[in-house]
């Protein structure tokens, strides 16, 4: 089932859990195959992210299509600096942020590694649209923050968290981690929380309680050690999982049930 060149199917969990970040529509093998793989080692639900118009209409489709999966609608922070029209496109995004099976605004957010200065203008204007979105629609906003600490905590600050924050892959240290909790966020550790040059993560991981943590694949990137720099997948979510229960110190079982009860209360019943 998994395709030549993929890493191996990981054993199953013991009760299932959900993927809460996802780019099936990147990730190179058939979507049906993918959620088939990811559901057999445990993994049942899937969060499908939108990162432009015509991906996030993309998600809205496979959600409507697949009972596995639900989807979130946005633009991506570096995305939002090359509209020729951002405002057309955050309309068309609020449009779609109503369907029944769009259960998150995001991946939005500030990325001050790939969008340089003069470009930070747009996406931060975009950035608060969407917070003001989330707001608007009662759902999660889900965050992508890269070498931005600081300034997201600044814009959500001034503008007003919505109910539920989502930080997507989260990046930062204990301190921020805590900042985050305090304030309510939930915090997505995707497959780098495994990597051998991030103890900080680890650390921040230590530090967030069971209810407030999630887990990540944003596949097909970060995949988790031991298969560093391969294609990722959903079904590889266990290996985080485990990593994850281990650096907490709590049962496997419990941990997958953490995990599933956040991702319920956050983006609702599959």
Same mark, same amino acid.
């Given at each position: 089932?998994?395709?030549?060149?993929?890493?191996?199917?990981?054993?199953?969990?013991?009760?299932?859990?959900?993927?809460?970040?996802?780019?099936?529509?990147?990730?190179?093998?058939?979507?049906?195959?993918?959620?088939?793989?990811?559901?057999?080692?445990?993994?049942?639900?899937?969060?499908?992210?939108?990162?432009?118009?015509?991906?996030?209409?993309?998600?809205?489709?496979?959600?409507?299509?697949?009972?596995?999966?639900?989807?979130?609608?946005?633009?991506?922070?570096?995305?939002?600096?090359?509209?020729?029209?951002?405002?057309?496109?955050?309309?068309?995004?609020?449009?779609?942020?109503?369907?029944?099976?769009?259960?998150?605004?995001?991946?939005?957010?500030?990325?001050?590694?790939?969008?340089?200065?003069?470009?930070?203008? %747009?996406?931060?204007?975009?950035?608060?649209?969407?917070? &003001? /979105? @989330?707001?608007?629609? =009662?759902? !999660? $906003?889900?965050?992508?923050?890269?070498?931005?600490?600081?300034?997201?905590?600044?814009?959500?600050?001034?503008?007003?968290?919505?109910?539920?924050?989502?930080?997507?892959?989260?990046?930062?240290?204990?301190?921020?981690?805590?900042?985050?909790?305090?304030?309510?966020?939930?915090?997505?550790?995707?497959?780098?929380?495994?990597?051998?040059?991030?103890?900080?993560?680890?650390?921040?991981?230590?530090?967030?309680?069971?209810?407030?943590?999630?887990?990540?694949?944003?596949?097909?990137?970060?995949?988790?050690?031991?298969?560093?720099?391969?294609?990722? %997948?959903?079904?590889?979510?266990?290996?985080?999982?485990? &990593? /994850? @229960?281990?650096?907490? =110190?709590? !049962? $496997?079982?419990?941990?997958?049930?953490?995990?599933?009860?956040?991702?319920?209360?956050?983006?609702?019943?599959?």
């Amino acid at each position: 089932m998994i395709p030549e060149g993929l890493p191996p199917e990981p054993e199953a969990l013991p009760s299932p859990v959900l993927d809460s970040h996802t780019h099936l529509d990147i990730v190179e093998w058939d979507v049906a195959r993918q959620i088939e793989a990811a559901a057999k080692v445990g993994v049942d639900r899937l969060v499908q992210v939108g990162v432009d118009v015509g991906s996030s209409q993309w998600a809205v489709s496979l959600a409507t299509a697949h009972k596995a999966v639900v989807a979130t609608v946005a633009l991506h922070p570096n995305d939002a600096p090359r509209q020729s029209d951002v405002d057309a496109a955050l309309g068309r995004i609020a449009e779609l942020a109503g369907h029944e099976r769009v259960r998150g605004i995001g991946e939005t957010g500030l990325d001050h590694f790939r969008t340089q200065p003069d470009g930070r203008a %747009a996406q931060e204007h975009s950035f608060r649209a969407h917070i &003001a /979105l @989330a707001k608007r629609v =009662g759902k !999660p $906003l889900v965050v992508h923050d890269r070498d931005a600490h600081a300034d997201i905590l600044r814009v959500i600050d001034d503008e007003g968290a919505p109910g539920d924050v989502v930080m997507h892959c989260f990046s930062g240290d204990a301190d921020f981690a805590a900042e985050c909790v305090r304030r309510g966020f939930t915090l997505s550790f995707a497959g780098t929380v495994t990597f051998k040059n991030a103890p900080q993560l680890r650390e921040a991981a230590l530090r967030t309680p069971l209810e407030n943590i999630l887990v990540e694949t944003d596949a097909p990137y970060l995949t988790p050690m031991p298969y560093r720099g391969r294609p990722n %997948a959903s079904y590889l979510i266990p290996v985080t999982v485990r &990593a /994850l @229960a281990g650096v907490k =110190g709590v !049962p $496997l079982d419990e941990m997958c049930q953490a995990i599933s009860s956040n991702g319920e209360r956050l983006f609702g019943p599959w």
